[in-house]
């Protein structure tokens, strides 16, 4: 820990100097391996065949970010509404081959890898028959619909020895990284305390998606879209508006929550919480959803060998009129930091009291005289901007994707790390509907029975 922090004021040093001469210390001093990624592709004349599963608002997000990276070919695109393959087409070319059938797409030679942005209770099923289809998968968070589901995925990982990586791509950005690098240094002291939410008001933002007009059992093959789930007659605004149903959709904890978990869990190197506990409620988007538009969460994280005990409050609210602020917050004993995927603001004690009884009986352990002569202190708010021009989280994901196959390697994000992502997420809305607190093993992925 002394010499974290020493490492940090090291660094801040050098940092305010550069400030002060007007370089661009802050931006190049990122010193992750990681960084590099996103400037130096490796193997990028090797070319990979992808294909999309689910082609809608995330699934063409992700094409258009996978096909940006250098040597990726788009070969085959899977939808269960036709006119999303139709979109497809105009979007990728008419030989762009299209099916409603997964199966068709994960039986093509010529397909190294596939992206899976479907509705979360397809995501189990599709990521595990793909990877023993000997295909690499970039599957969307959450991982997994249920937290039974996520063993399975686990295992697949490894047996198949496939690439799997799941899709919350704030890991792989600079912000992030910056966080993780000024935590170890000590820039916030111990952390005992974390926060984070999500603020909305629109109808898009709180999931009523527009229909198309031509949406009916001719155009959508409603009988695979149920296959796995509750069988019910065609229902459109449950094809359409998957999030607010739980048979296919996993609220607002696995729609969002399940982000800001993955990111908390790269930046501190936790196994996730031992306790979880959610409330909420359904205020104004009363459209016959099943999942509340308002829900808090806290969670406990046991001390661990890497980081202390501390407390994560999480809500969402999709009825603030204050609207569209997104942040993870982490606190420590001597200061703080907002984390967003491009940039960091630390904020540290202005000073500490020098009549506070720890702090002198530190002072006195360290060998340092405690003194009332005032001291030059470093700046309040220090803000870690990544440079102009990064092509961001989403980009540097996928590359970190296809680096890891082109050279055998590994991803940060894999079927383990999104499942410890996924299962408090999950957790929440059990815990919101039995209103009770959940005990949940971290290390081992087991419910605790009390
Ligand atoms: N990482 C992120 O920032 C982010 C953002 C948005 C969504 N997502 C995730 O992406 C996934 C898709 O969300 P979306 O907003 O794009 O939803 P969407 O409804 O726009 O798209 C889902 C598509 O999947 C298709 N589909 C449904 N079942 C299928 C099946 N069995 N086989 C093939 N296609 C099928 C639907 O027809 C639809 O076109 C979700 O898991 C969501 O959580 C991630």
Not at 17 to 33: D, K, L, M, P, R
Not at 299 to 311: E, G, I, M, R, S
Request: aromatic fraction near 10%; include cysteine; hydrophobic fraction near 35%.
């Amino acid at each position: 820990m002394q010499s974290s922090r020493r490492n940090f004021l090291k660094n801040l040093a050098a940092s305010t100097a550069a400030v002060a001469t007007g370089s661009h210390a802050f931006a190049s001093e990122s010193n992750s391996i990681r960084f590099d990624l996103s400037r130096n592709i490796i193997g990028a004349n090797n070319n990979l065949n992808i294909a999309l599963i689910g082609a809608g608002g995330m699934g063409v997000q992700d094409t258009i970010t996978a096909l940006s990276t250098p040597g990726i070919k788009l070969v085959a695109a899977c939808d269960l509404y036709d006119g999303r393959l139709k979109d497809a087409k105009d979007k990728w070319g008419k030989d762009l081959f299209t099916t409603r059938s997964y199966k068709e797409i994960l039986s093509r030679k010529d397909v190294d890898a596939v992206i899976v942005a479907t509705p979360d209770h397809w995501h189990q099923q599709i990521s595990i028959d793909a990877m023993k289809a000997g295909k690499h998968v970039y599957c969307e968070k959450p991982m997994v619909h249920s937290i039974a589901e996520g063993p399975a995925v686990i295992q697949a990982q490894k047996e198949t020895g496939k690439i799997f990586q799941v899709g919350s791509q704030g890991v792989s950005s600079l912000g992030n990284e910056k966080a993780k690098q000024l935590l170890k240094d000590g820039a916030i002291g111990q952390l005992n305390y974390a926060e984070g939410f999500w603020a909305r008001h629109s109808p898009v933002g709180a999931w009523q998606y527009p229909i198309p007009a031509d949406a009916s059992p001719a155009t959508v093959d409603w009988d695979t879209y149920i296959s796995n789930t509750t069988k019910r007659p065609f229902d459109k605004l449950r094809f359409f508006r998957w999030r607010n149903y739980l048979d296919y959709g996993t609220g607002m904890s696995g729609d969002l929550f399940v982000h800001l978990f993955s990111s908390l869990h790269f930046i501190t190197d936790s196994l996730g919480p031992k306790k979880v506990y959610s409330s909420g409620g359904l205020r104004y988007w009363k459209d016959g959803r099943e999942v509340p538009d308002v829900l808090l969460g806290t969670f406990d994280y046991p001390q661990t060998q890497v980081h202390p005990a501390f407390n994560l409050s999480l809500r969402c609210n999709f009825v603030d009129g204050t609207s569209g602020t997104t942040y993870l917050k982490l606190v420590g004993s001597e200061g703080s930091m907002d984390i967003t995927w491009d940039d960091v603001v630390l904020k540290r004690n202005k000073t500490i009291t020098s009549d506070d009884p720890f702090f002198i009986e530190q002072m006195k352990k360290a060998g340092t005289p405690v003194t009332d002569r005032k001291r030059i202190l470093p700046p309040e708010d220090i803000r870690f901007e990544a440079e102009k021009g990064y092509k961001g989280g989403p980009y540097d994901h996928f590359v970190n994707f296809f680096t890891a196959i082109r050279n055998g390697g590994k991803v940060f994000e894999d079927a383990i790390f999104g499942y410890r992502a996924a299962a408090p997420a999950l957790l929440c809305i059990d815990s919101y509907n039995n209103e009770t607190a959940i005990s949940w093993n971290p290390e081992t992925l087991q419910l605790v029975k009390k």
